[in-house]
């Protein structure tokens, strides 16, 4: 997902229309002032900037005010030389920093901590007199005990997360208003964590990469709980580290979780491929839809067809998989905050903020209740571009300092302000850092010309309690929590004022503390079960359920409520109830489908999970009818979302019906194909006959498709098979060359003119680097071997040949620098991606789907960083699209992108191929760091062609999909 950062300098910021610009100084030895664009009645200070610290991941804000920041200094040495970039020996560090005379700027730095086991750092979390640091693979606690600002103790909180120096790993706790603390953690597994009461927690999925330390990982992993959890999880425990549990899985690398004060869990997500990031809120337990649901594929092998790109990345027209939220196209997200504060005007209360570096802007949205989700409506509200990202275009003109913000975080101070960590390079992603000086800022934003001031309490106090736990800075309302639950019934009435606020966010905070207050607080807590507001009545029941697992009572009463967020709750809470005890409050439930609201249909699907067999004929007969023709369209979505094999034989006679829309039959065949019974296969080769050309097209789309996976052990007779389905292709005259290249028995002449036969091979080729990558070539060959290989007719073999293979000739080295500065041709820099790119990539329409969609690349690179992606290509590989070299027992070699590792393995070759393999039939397997990109000299492009491509992908129309 992201880091590298730039030298560059400066950072803008930008909201709705009509922000005017302010400046903000630039580091001495950079060239200009900074601009920064943000809404009117705000302003902005550079409140930190190195040496006071260095290359920031995350902060917190302290009772006091103060920021801790994580450093990643040693970030990705496996890819730096300590020689050339800055680095810490002793270990990355935490560093405090402080504004210790309330001017508006730090004057303060010092080193809390700095430990060899903190390699690349993602998060800190300041908790009373504990600092939480995530950094894979462990949760580490450092405790305070003096107050002296140094760490007495150091205790690993948990242990087992992949990822370690990657950035799709550990991510910052929040201490959550129910008293637990939330983190999450990117799909950089496996995960193999076990929580203090001996609970084990398995996700993994088919991901390896980012770095040399992820070597393997595995799908479909059970958890204690006898769930699969696949991809980046959000996660739940105790203070104690007891009562791990998974509260949203199958991310890709949501880099921050923020839970609100109601309990509402919000975070984005992002991927380095196509333009699908996004910002979304998390329902409880939800799948988020990156991977396939056992974390064996990604998403384009599932990809239907006429599906957009958004769509299929996420999985959303799949049954168990809840809305993706907000496409906010190509950009690399990180830090997430709400606002609960009023310090900065009432009108910016509940402001989600969500930083994305690539994209160099914090977006802000305001969330609108919308059914059981929400509406995400995107401002612009911190940037460095002059204009609205999706719509920004670089000229040459212009120097480069609008693609230099790259905030890292972003987070609510003590004082009400909001605070930017800002880590910049030139590019974002491809685990790589191009400022060797780890150059970093953190902002301030404050009302204009309004002195915000750091509040003191007292905790030993009531009064201060309460001021603690009212207090605009998240982790801070969390020693109020503690102090005012341990006074148990003696806090009830100070609490009990507290629900009188004019804030609901206070008020809500309140309601989660008297529920953990015994029985007298959760008799205040059930009376508001009938509060005016739905945002309480959801505290309320969350609240009550988080300390008491019966709540079967509340559940029959609220199933009933109007609004559509509070049943979406009771649903999720039965889950986990048996069938005889939920059944009435389920069909209630199902009763107020009202055949649009997904996120309701998804909830209640998650809590009819394991029941849904029996489900189904109770809600048939009292929602549904016999004759499956006449079945509501809300009633076939609920099918639809539980699929269960009860239903095969009515949801066949939908499928079959002229009487049906296209589209209702297209729902009863995806019913059938999310169905895993031998019955639904053989159902859908019947259709796959069928007379209507529509149901047999998509039919055998299905049939093809889930062969390779969840129907795979099936035997459907009756089918002829896969159409265009294509293995590794046998060529039984280069396995009986290889057989001679490596019987030493045979004169070396013979063995060498074999070897440089299948050298000018395509076939040959691929079979050749896999015997040199499984060191069973023999090395006096290498040399003659060279003179060929890199002839071959394939460009694959001929780049991939580099890592084993020397190229002969001299290597034109071509300097970013000199190619900057010549005068770039758009046209002719079209010409040059029609001739030279276009075979991999697509722009709009043009080109195809083999390597990384360029349509928006102008939204996260600046020219610099452009440049130097495409010069060396191998230095900046997008993630998925890292090449493998897997030979078969039969001794053939196939190479491609990995689309899905499971019981059959398939790679998609350089020229879209897919090539299906049976992981039975599979020696060995080679992941290349090399990219299959090749490098210009390759691709014969002259310095004034790379200022001209350039040129015209940063001039692209970058409007979102």
């Known amino acids: 997902m992201r880091f590298t950062k730039v030298v560059a300098l400066a950072c803008l910021l930008i909201s709705t229309s009509g922000h005017k610009p302010r400046i903000v100084s630039a580091p001495a030895n950079f060239a200009g002032q900074q601009t920064l664009f943000l809404p009117d009645d705000l302003e902005a200070t550079l409140w930190a900037e190195s040496p006071q610290f260095y290359n920031p991941t995350n902060i917190d804000i302290d009772a006091k005010g103060r920021v801790w920041v994580a450093e990643a200094v040693n970030y990705r040495d496996f890819n730096n030389s300590p020689e050339k970039v800055l680095h810490h020996p ?29 390699v690349s750092p993602l998060g800190v979390a300041v908790l009373g007199n504990k600092v939480i640091v995530s950094c894979s693979p462990s949760i580490i606690i450092y405790t305070d005990e003096n107050n002296d600002d140094k760490p007495d103790k150091k ?22 208003p129910d008293g637990k ?26 991901y390896t990469g980012g770095t040399p330390y992820s070597k393997s990982n595995t799908p479909a992993l059970v958890s204690d709980d006898g769930n699969i959890y696949v991809g980046g999880l959000a996660l739940r425990i105790g203070p104690d580290g007891r009562g791990l549990e998974v509260v949203g899985h199958n991310f890709r690398n949501a880099y921050e979780l923020a839970v609100d004060s109601y309990g509402n869990m919000w975070q984005n997500d992002n991927d380095d491929q196509v333009v699908a990031c996004r910002t979304s809120w998390l329902m409880e337990g939800g799948n988020a839809g990156y991977f396939s649901a056992d974390g064996s594929r990604y998403w384009q092998p599932d990809r239907r067809p006429g599906q957009s790109v958004f769509t299929a990345h996420w999985h959303q027209d799949d049954p168990g998989v809840q809305p993706a939220g907000d496409n906010t196209g190509a950009g690399s997200p990180t830090g997430v905050t709400i606002n609960e504060s009023d310090a900065l005007g009432e009108k910016y209360r509940s402001l989600l903020l969500s930083a994305d570096a690539g994209r160099n802007v914090i977006f802000g949205y305001h969330p609108q209740a919308q059914g059981a989700g929400f509406g995400l409506k995107r401002t612009n509200f911190i940037t460095s571009l002059k204009d609205a990202t999706e719509n920004y275009v670089w000229h040459e003109t212009e120097q480069d300092e609008s693609k230099w913000f790259r905030p890292s975080d972003v987070a609510i101070g003590a004082d009400g302000a909001i605070y930017v960590a800002d880590w910049y390079d030139p590019i974002v992603g491809g685990h790589q850092m191009h400022d060797a000086r780890g150059y970093g800022r953190i902002y301030r934003i404050t009302p204009k010309g309004k002195n915000l001031k750091t509040p003191q309490f007292n905790l030993n106090a009531t009064e201060g309690q309460i001021a603690a736990l009212l207090s605009p800075a998240v982790n801070v309302r969390y020693s109020g929590y503690q102090a005012l639950e341990s006074q ?6 100070p609490i009990k004022k507290v629900l009188t606020s004019t804030n609901p966010y206070h008020q809500a905070r309140a309601i989660w503390l008297l529920a953990a207050m015994g029985s007298q607080g959760q008799q205040e807590v059930e009376k508001l079960l009938q509060d005016p507001n739905p945002d309480i009545r959801v505290t309320a029941f969350r609240a009550l359920r988080s300390v008491k697992p019966e709540v079967l009572t509340y559940a029959s009463r609220l199933a009933k409520d109007p609004s559509a967020a509070v049943r979406r709750e009771v649903a999720i809470a039965l889950k986990k109830v048996p069938f005889t005890q939920s059944k009435e409050i389920l069909v209630e439930l199902a009763k107020k489908y009202d055949g649009t609201d997904r996120m309701y249909l998804e909830a209640l699907g998650a809590g009819m999970t394991k029941k849904e067999e029996q489900l189904y004929r109770v809600l048939l007969a009292q929602l549904g009818n016999s004759n499956s023709l006449e079945w509501t369209d809300s009633f076939a979505d609920l099918i639809w979302r539980l699929h269960p094999v009860a239903a095969i ?59 390779e996976n969840d129907w795979s052990k099936y035997a459907l007779a009756g089918w002829t098979g896969i159409s265009g389905k294509r293995g590794t292709t046998l060529n039984q005259k280069m396995v009986a060359l290889q057989a001679l290249v490596q019987n030493k028995e045979k004169p070396q002449p013979e063995r060498l003119q074999a070897a440089l036969t299948m050298a000018a091979d395509q076939v040959g080729g691929q079979m050749l680097i896999s015997l040199a990558a499984q060191n069973k070539l023999e090395s006096s060959f290498s040399q003659e071997i060279s003179k060929v290989i890199f002839t071959n007719p394939d460009q694959t073999v001929r780049t991939l040949a580099g890592d084993y293979f020397k190229k002969p000739g001299t290597y034109r080295n071509v300097s970013v620098a000199q190619v900057s500065k010549l005068q770039p041709q758009v046209a002719a820099g079209k010409a040059v991606f029609q001739n030279k790119c276009a075979t991999c990539h697509r722009i709009g329409e043009m080109g195809t789907d083999i390597g990384p969609e360029l349509t928006f690349i102008g939204q996260k690179f600046d020219k610099f960083g452009l440049l130097g992606a495409i010069i060396n290509p191998s230095a900046a590989m997008a993630f998925g699209y890292e090449s493998w070299l897997i030979t078969s027992k039969d001794g053939t070699a196939t190479y491609g992108f990995l689309q899905a590792d499971g019981e059959t393995v398939i790679l998609k070759d350089t020229a879209g191929k897919r090539h299906q393999i049976k992981a039975q039939d599979i020696a060995s397997r080679k992941q290349f760091t090399t990219s299959i990109m090749p490098d210009p000299a390759t691709l014969k492009l002259s310095e004034q062609d790379l200022a001209n491509l350039s040129e015209y992908l940063l001039t692209l129309n970058t409007k979102t999909e």
């Open 90 to 118: 002793q270990g990355d560090r935490i560093i405090i920093l402080e504004d210790s005379d309330q001017d508006g700027k730090s004057d303060k730095s010092k080193i809390f901590v700095q430990d060899k086991d903190l």
């Open 155 to 176: 205790e690993v909180f948990l242990k087992g997360f992949g990822g370690l120096d990657h950035d799709h790993g550990l991510h910052s706790v929040q201490a959550g």
């Open 181 to 206: 603390w939330y983190f999450n953690t990117g799909n950089a597994g496996p995960h193999l964590v076990q929580d203090k009461a001996g609970w084990n927690l398995r996700s993994g999925s088919l």
């Open 488 to 493: 148990g019934d003696k806090a009830i009435e």
């Open 649 to 707: 034989a009515a949801v066949q006679k939908r499928a079959s019906s002229t009487k049906l829309t296209p589209a209702a039959r297209k729902q009863a065949i995806e019913t059938l194909a999310f169905t895993k019974d031998s019955k639904a296969a053989a159902t859908m080769v019947t259709l796959s006959k069928s007379t209507l050309p529509d149901v047999a097209q998509q039919a055998n789309w299905w049939l093809q498709f889930r062969q």
